[in-house]
């Protein structure tokens, strides 16, 4: 079961290199090294499971959250390219995507945000991330937010399923969004529908929530 990851949300020009290529180390390339050390027993003896812990930022990138949802892009990539190739060895690969998950890595996430210097972005991104994103962004964690617990449950479920499923969605919430994603191969539906929900209807969107 591959869990490690570190998050990252906020202006991109707020954010260093060297902190994008950490993230990426341990979300994406933490998963490579995982994979390369127990892939070769599995397929000698061919059998095994590999469950990853993506994410629905793997599906569908979220604002401000481009470099999280970059890493979990990659591992998604990264595991649909390979599992065609173990299930030749009888290696199945399951992917869980769960949407947010109310923890103190979260918790941690927000209370550097709400400390972290803006300057080197315009005040108007600023004021987006800090007034817009980071208050609608607690009320979807508060309304639709799972526990580590739920979570567990459900990897529980793609460890003991007869065939495990390649991807597993744990929150139905956010169904929808994968399906308008899907709906419209040019982008432009789920493009525009994020649009008007983070800059037309968020105060619609927070009491909703509510």
């Known amino acids: 079961v591959s869990n490690a990851g570190v998050g990252m949300a906020g ?3 707020c954010q260093s290199l060297a902190a994008m290529q950490n993230l990426m180390d341990t979300n994406f390339f933490g998963l490579v090294r995982l994979v390369k050390e127990v892939l070769p027993d599995m397929k000698r003896r061919r059998g095994g499971h590999i469950i990853v812990i993506s994410s629905i930022m793997g599906l569908q990138g979220i604002v401000f959250n481009d470099i999280y949802s970059a890493s ?3 591992v998604e990539g990264f595991c649909e390219s390979l599992v065609v190739q173990a299930l030749r060895f009888n290696v199945a690969i399951s992917l869980v995507e769960p949407g947010p998950v109310m923890t ?3 918790t941690k996430l927000y209370e ?9 972005t315009d005040p108007e991104t600023a004021e987006i991330f800090t007034k817009l994103y980071l208050r609608s962004s607690k009320d979807v964690f508060t309304s639709l937010g799972q526990t ?3 979570i567990a449950e459900h990897t529980l479920r793609v460890i003991e399923a ?3 499923p390649f991807r597993h969605q744990t929150n139905v919430a956010y169904t929808p969004m994968a399906a308008l994603k899907h709906a419209d191969p040019s982008g432009a539906l789920i493009t525009d529908a994020f649009y008007k929900l983070v800059f037309k209807y968020d105060t619609v969107l927070r009491f909703s929530l509510r």
């Open 11 to 13: 202006p991109l020009e």
């Open 72 to 74: 979990k892009f990659a």
């Open 104 to 106: 103190e890595f979260e």
């Open 112 to 120: 550097e945000a709400e400390r972290a210097d803006y300057s080197r």
């Open 148 to 150: 580590p617990e739920d």
């Open 162 to 164: 007869a065939r495990p």
